[in-house]
């Protein structure tokens, strides 16, 4: 029997007949739920009324089946008469599941009976039993189904018993949550909505294709009940995530050890729209093709503490794709953390759009034995600003380290109160293919960046500024001792940039020594006091640069000179000169005599003798030996 069969006209009065049909039907129908046997009581009891105030002779089927219609009659039945309060009060409590959630509708079982039905998944309520209400969503296709499978869909934390009331630890009822979740996974599991925060006091797990999903702003929110969770939060399985969550992981003191959020070695999981305060390790990543965006750290705060570390239980760069997008890491101003991002085993890590802040490193890349940090590309990124050491150090920690194949494109390093940029090799690793691409190295308190180590280190197309301004013998760049095979081209390196920084660096570029391969050209060093300090050797070029090309240098003529990088000198003097340094292999030199004649003999680096006359060029070109003059 249906609330819900069409009748041939708009009102029929309740009949002895209906109560003997509604009898004969639960009889016949045993697993009959309980909530239809009140509508028969009811009916029976009006039958035997026909005496009365009217309303419970016109309680009848609607042509349409109206809930709400029915629940309106036996209201007002309530209210005129008091003998018949229970019947019409069990009435109303079989309808109260009725009325449609937003624009939907309730539809009979006999309206689905042809109806293709989703087959149930294991741990939600099973659909179809006898009488049971049906949902049906408004739309075309639309299907109907129980309304318990419908409510089954949505999970949340209060439905295992999370409290959120500010004190009771809600970890295990929310890990019952989540454990339901993944037994229909893939599934998401809700906070509750309430204004207070939910407390965590122990290692809350998220398993695999099940999201922990919050609201985003700082009301809702979990707070650790105790310090020092390691962790706080689990992403244990392919496919875990957490979205629009505000965790404040220093709410019961600070954290001097342990995970805010720990990804174990998985694929794909997601951290989306987090905001995690005063943690010791804000998020601990590992695993395959891992995503983390639009999230926050704050408060990166003592000695050790990280608040993005990257392949710490990975080897040979097994942490791959990893992606993290417009994020941004703080670290505490009075106390700063170690580094806002730490990478140490990756292969293919994406940073874009992601900002490094305050910590003492702003980006740390120091692969341990057997780590690797591959073909990583960092773009548009702070990859540090304002940071208490160096706002990115590259270093490895192990022999069997290695750094490789680094793209740094439109990055910003700024205002570190040492070095901006360090590049080493103190573990005897690997340090290659360092590259650097439309940079901005402004206000660094030492050298813009010192390149201790490493082959093929390069700059283009970037800009250096203001460094130096703690004063000293600093550099925009500093190639360090037989650090070889580097570039800097199509920069500009003169350090006021325009008059936008009042500091500006004792050298554009200091060359250590036994520096080969070297590759400087198209470069601005105009306003730089050095532009190069030192020479390149071996295969290398100097060329076309601003302030050294069109600032010829003048030299008193002696036995050997000294002529530094400039491809033109001004001679004075009369000595014969011998030798010409510094020498490269395929360099070449203008000598002008500006006080009467010069002469060059041999017996130094001059392959032959020459002498010019006053204001006469001589052309000299170094081919690997000495220097050929002409």
Known sequence: MSLHRPQTHRFRRVSTRDVERCRSALASRKRA????RPVARFAAFAARRRRGNGIERRLSYHREASPSRAAEIAVQSV??????RHAALAVLVSLSVAPALAAAQVASPADSASTARPPAAAGRPQPDAPGDVRFRQKGAGSVPRPLAVKLADIINGADFGMLCNGSNDDAAAL??????AASVAPAVVNLPLSGTRCVIAGTVTVPENVTLAGARGQRASLAAGAANLSPMISLAGNGAAIRDLYINASAAGANSRGATIAVRNVVAPVIAGVYIQGPFIGIDLNGNQALVEQTIVNGVKGAGSVGIRIGALTAHAETTDARIARTTVIGDRAQPGDAAMQILDAGGLLVSESDMLFTKIGTQIAPGANQSVAWAS?????????????????????PSARVEGLECSACWTASAQSDNILIANTGGGLVSEIHFNGLRNYNGASNGANVKAGTFVTFDASRFCGNGRGGGAAANIVYGP?????????????????????????????????????????NDFSGSRTPISGAPTGDSIVSSN???DTKPVTIASAATIDVHTTPVVLLTGNA???AIEPTWNGRTLKLIPTKGTASFATGGNLCNAAT??????????FNGSCWNLK
């Open 612 to 621: 010019a006359a006053q204001n006469a060029p001589v052309d000299a070109y």
């Open 378 to 398: 960092l773009n548009n990124t702070y990859v540090g600003d304002t940071n208490a050491i160096n706002a990115l150090e590259i270093d490895t920690r192990a």
């Open 546 to 548: 601003l302030g050294i």
């Open 79 to 84: 209210h005129r008469n008091r003998n018949m």
């Open 482 to 522: 037989n650090v070889s095979a580097y570039a800097v081209r199509n920069s500009e390196l003169g350090g006021s940039c325009g008059g936008l920084f009042k500091a500006a660096p004792r050298h554009g570029i200091v060359l250590a020594g036994n520096n080969a391969g070297g590759l400087v050209s198209g």
């Open 33 to 36: 739920t309980s909530r239809w």
């Open 175 to 180: 890990n019952r949550a989540l454990a339901y």
């Open 576 to 578: 014969k000169i011998r």
